[in-house]
Structures are given as C-alpha cells and as structure tokens.
C-alpha cells in the first residue's frame, strides 16, 4: 500500500467511528443477507462479536503503516478462524460486505481511490489470515 492509501483509510475510518455501532449492524446484516449461510457460525447474540471486530479493524487501520508489527496477530487470527469453522471461500462475501457497509456510511466521500485503499487494506488482512489458516496444522 502506499501512503497516500494509508492515509485515505485512517481517514475515512476516524469518520465511520462515531458511528461504529451502526455501521457494525450494516455490517452484518449484509453479510448475512449475501452469505446466509455463514450465519450458524456466529453465535445468535453479536454484541461483543461486533466490538471485537471494530476493535481488530482499529488496530490494524491504526498499524497499516507499520503492518509487519500486527502480522503475526492477524495470522494468529486467520489460524483461530478456521476453528471457528470459517473456510477460504467467505472471505470474498466479508471483504464484500466491508466495502458495501463503509460506501453506505461514508457517502459520496468513498471515491474511487478511497475505495480501492479500503480493498487492498482488507486484501492485505485477509490474505495474511487465509495463509496462515491454509498452513495451520491440522
Ligand atoms: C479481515 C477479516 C476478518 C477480521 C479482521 C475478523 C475479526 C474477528 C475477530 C477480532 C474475532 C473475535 C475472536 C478472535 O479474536 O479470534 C472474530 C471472530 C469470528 N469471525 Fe472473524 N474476522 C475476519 C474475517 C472473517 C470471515 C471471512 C468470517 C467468515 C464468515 C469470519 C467469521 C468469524 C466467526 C464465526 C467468529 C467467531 C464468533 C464466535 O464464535 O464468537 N471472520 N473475527
């Protein structure tokens, strides 16, 4: 990523904090309605899922320009996922329902270039999780 990038994403997510609670109901519901079935692996009550989620997002928006310091945690994180019964294919239907839910709230400010920050950040997360998820030890 380049620093321009990074700072477009610092950016737009200090703008989506506030409103991190609802953004997070966007999240989901989305994710759900275009992956139902990846719902049976979260358990019924989301609260703390969605704090969590918004937390680990914080942290590596907060790193991006430091992300070999968080990569090991994000391959921990991609490891502890496939326990959670989550495989390589429901990446594509999360990154997707991240891109939608930060357009929904950011408004005419997700241009273009602030949407491909966001892609190559979530490609940047995911691909580090989906590799060590492939190469865990079973
Ligand atoms: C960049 C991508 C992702 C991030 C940052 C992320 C973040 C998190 C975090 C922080 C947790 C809390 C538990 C922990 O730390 O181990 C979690 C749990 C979970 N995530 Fe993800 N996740 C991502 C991708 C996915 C994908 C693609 C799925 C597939 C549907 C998924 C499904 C789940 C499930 C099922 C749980 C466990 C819920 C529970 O049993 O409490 N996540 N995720």
Excluded: C
């Amino acid at each position: 990523m380049t620093p321009e990038q990074i700072v477009l994403v610092q950016d737009s997510f200090r703008k989506i904090l506030p409103i991190s609670g609802t953004a997070a109901d966007l999240f989901y519901d989305h994710l759900f309605e275009i992956a139902p079935e990846v719902r049976s692996l979260f358990p019924d009550d989301l609260v703390t899922q969605k704090k969590k989620f918004i937390v680990m997002l914080a942290t590596a928006v907060n790193n991006l320009d430091q992300i070999g310091k968080i990569i090991p945690a994000v391959e921990e994180l991609g490891k502890r996922h496939a326990s959670y019964g989550v495989v390589d294919k429901y990446y594509e239907p999360m990154g997707a329902a991240l891109i939608w839910t930060l357009e929904q709230s950011l408004g005419t400010e997700f241009t273009p270039e602030v949407k491909s920050a966001w892609t190559e950040t979530y490609l940047v997360l995911a691909g580090a999780m989906r590799v060590a998820a492939a190469t865990a030890p079973a």
